[in-house]
């Protein structure tokens, strides 16, 4: 089974930027979706951004115009440039792949994103 592991995260001042990756164990190219989540303390996971296998890209209306998701199968990863960032953008991130954004499978165990001056 192919496992998630995500990295880049870290502590950032308010309008900066951060890229965060997703290494793949194994293959990526028959996955369907990929996408993150982000968790914030005390609040729910939710959905940030995905990618399908076709080149479709989602973005939470919160993120859209600030973040921008990639994906490179050839070698197994899967990115989110985070621009403009904002305080409230802190969280706990995950990087997640399935057959769609509502119904993924396998998990990372996170990086944590801190947005604070």
């Known amino acids: 089974q192919v496992q998630l592991v995500e990295s880049g995260g870290g502590l950032v001042q308010p309008g900066g930027s951060l890229r965060l990756s997703c290494a793949a164990s194994?293959?990526?190219?028959?996955?369907?979706?990929m996408g993150w989540y982000r968790q914030a303390p005390g609040k729910e996971r939710d959905f940030v951004a995905a990618?399908?296998?076709?080149?479709?890209?989602y973005y939470a209306d919160s993120v859209k115009g600030r973040f921008i998701i990639s994906r490179d199968n050839a070698k197994n990863t899967l990115s989110l440039q985070m621009n403009s960032l904002k305080p409230e953008d802190t969280a706990v991130y995950y990087c997640?792949?399935?057959?769609?954004?509502?119904?993924?499978?396998?998990w990372g165990q996170g990086t944590q994103v801190t947005v604070s001056s």
């Open positions: 997640a792949a399935g057959p769609n954004r509502d119904q993924y499978a396998l």
């Open positions: 194994g293959s990526i190219f028959n996955i369907n979706s």
């Open positions: 990618r399908s296998i076709g080149g479709i890209t």
